[in-house]
C-alpha cells in the first residue's frame, strides 16, 4: 500500500466508525500489518523507533504494540495496533495529520504498509485477561470463515480448553468474516502446548497459525 493510499484509508475510516458507534464501549482495535522492503529491516526498525518516539513524544494517550512475526507464512513482517477503544476514540486520535506526517518521513521510505483493519474484540467468546499484553510472544490463529458459519464458529471456538485467550471479528478494512485468535506466552516454546480448535467441515475456508515476538522499543504503552 502506497502512502498515498494509506492516508486515504485513515480518512475513510471516519466513515465506517457511523456503523459501528452503537456498539458496546472500548471493545475495539486497530491492527495495522507492515512488510519491510527486502534488505531494509534495520532501516526500518529505526525508522519505525523514531515514529513511536513521536507518540511518547506527544503524550499519546494511546497503548500501541508492536510485534514482528518470527514463524508462520508473514516471516519478517510487523503488525503494530492499538486496542480497548470505544468507536468514538478513532474519531480522535491525537494529530492525525502530524501522525501521517512522520509515518511518511520515518516509516514509510523502509517498508510497505499491507492491511490495516478495524476488529471488534467478542466478549462472550474469550477466557481470562484481555490480551494482547507485553508478553513476550503473541500465537495468533487468523480464520477466514465461510459466510453463514459465524455462529458455529464461534460456538466452536467458545468451547476451547484454555485459560487465557482473546478473539477478535474483523469490521471493516478486509473481506468476508475474519476472526483472530489471541494467545500470549512468555517462551518460544509455549507454542507447542497450545489446543487446536477443532471445527466441523465447511466452517472454516481457511486458517493461518503464527508466532510474533514483542518488540517493546517499537511500542508506546502509558
Known sequence: MTMKTWILALALFSVSIDCIAQEKPGAYARIVTISPHPGKDAEFTAGYERHIQWHKNNKDPWAW???????????????????????????????????????????APYADFTSHGIYERLDHLGKGPV???????????????????????????????EPNFTVYRLKTGGDGSR?????????FSDAATIKEVK?????????????FRFRPSMSHIP
Open 65 to 107: 504494540y508492536g510485534w514482528t512475526v518470527v514463524l508462520g507464512p508473514r516471516l519478517g513482517y510487523f503488525m503494530d495496533g492499538t486496542f480497548g477503544h470505544p468507536a468514538q476514540d478513532f474519531d480522535n486520535a491525537i494529530k492525525p495529520a502530524e501522525d501521517v506526517a512522520d509515518n511518511n518521513a520515518n516509516v
Open 131 to 161: 490480551l494482547p499484553d507485553a508478553s513476550a510472544f503473541l500465537f495468533l490463529n487468523s480464520y477466514q470463515v465461510t459466510a453463514g458459519e459465524e455462529a458455529r464458529f464461534e460456538q466452536s471456538v467458545g468451547n476451547l480448553q
Open 179 to 187: 476472526y483472530l485468535l489471541f494467545r500470549a506466552g512468555d517462551h
Open 199 to 211: 471445527f466441523e467441515r465447511g466452517i472454516v475456508e481457511s486458517m493461518t497459525s503464527e508466532v
